[in-house]
């Protein structure tokens, strides 16, 4: 079972929107709309952003959105703010093995 | 509000056994929520171990399968984990989670970091 693919960093400035995406397979991301999206600052406890693809739990910030397309699932945080500099991942229900594979992190910095 | 706090020793000796507890606070162990447990190395991204159900069904994460155990007390509103034949490799933040029948987890324990030790 193979960690889903981010990219290892994105960066933006303030204001600015910026995506970060999460690939997988079929297995995975492509046939199950299970994804989640988490954020971590340094040293702390991963926070949910995003859940089943597009929705949003009460309380976080309508700056962060999801999609999907394919095997591939996108991460936009809008309108980048300081605070929005962190790690990011994301997870997926997988086919056939464990309930949940998580994907390799994304450094999102904020210029 | 949903809490969870791990708690252990921080450090277990090579070939060992490593044994946290997760005291769970404001939901019932016994709600329609499974109990998760995720790593994460220093320096390095997640790994979700494994879950408990309140009714004591188990999944787990195929690569670590062989060495852990996951079990549920529900007079105590905890469950626990346990991984054996510990390395190196097994140096980690453990965190406890809960989680949403497969869609999500949230919220997450503050995470408590567990040295192997030779």
């Known amino acids: 079972q193979s960690a889903l693919t981010q990219p290892a960093s994105v960066s933006g400035s303030p204001g600015q929107a910026i995506t970060v995406s999460c690939t997988g397979t079929?297995?995975?991301?492509?046939?199950?709309?299970?994804v989640s999206w988490y954020r971590q600052h340094p040293g702390k406890a991963p926070k949910l952003m995003i859940y089943?693809?597009?929705k949003r739990p009460s309380g976080v910030s309508n700056r962060f959105s999801g999609s999907k397309s394919g095997n591939t699932a996108s991460l936009t945080i809008s309108g980048l703010q300081a605070e929005d500099e962190a790690d990011y991942y994301c997870?997926?229900?997988?086919?056939?093995?464990?309930?949940?594979?998580f994907g390799t992190g994304t450094m999102v910095t904020v210029l | 509000q949903v809490q969870l706090q791990e708690s252990g020793p921080g450090v277990v000796k090579a070939s060992g056994t490593l044994s946290l507890t997760c005291a769970v606070s404001?939901?019932?162990?016994?709600?329609?929520?499974?109990w998760s447990w995720v790593r994460q190395p220093p320096g390095k991204g997640l790994e979700w171990i494994g879950e408990?159900?309140?009714?004591?069904?188990?999944n787990y994460n195929p690569s670590l399968r062989s060495r852990v155990t996951i079990s549920i007390d529900k007079s105590k509103n905890q469950f626990s984990l346990k991984v054996s034949s510990v390395t190196a490799a097994d140096t980690a933040v453990y965190y406890c989670?809960?989680?949403?029948?497969?869609?999500?987890?949230?919220?997450w324990g503050q995470g408590t970091l567990v040295t192997v030790s030779s």
């Open positions: 989670a809960r989680g949403f029948a497969i869609s999500a987890i949230d919220p």
């Open positions: 404001g939901d019932s162990i016994s709600s329609t929520m499974w």
């Open positions: 408990i159900y309140h009714s004591g069904s188990t």
């Open positions: 079929s297995n995975d991301v492509g046939n199950y709309n299970l």
């Open positions: 089943e693809v597009n």
């Open positions: 997870c997926s229900f997988a086919r056939g093995t464990s309930p949940y594979v």
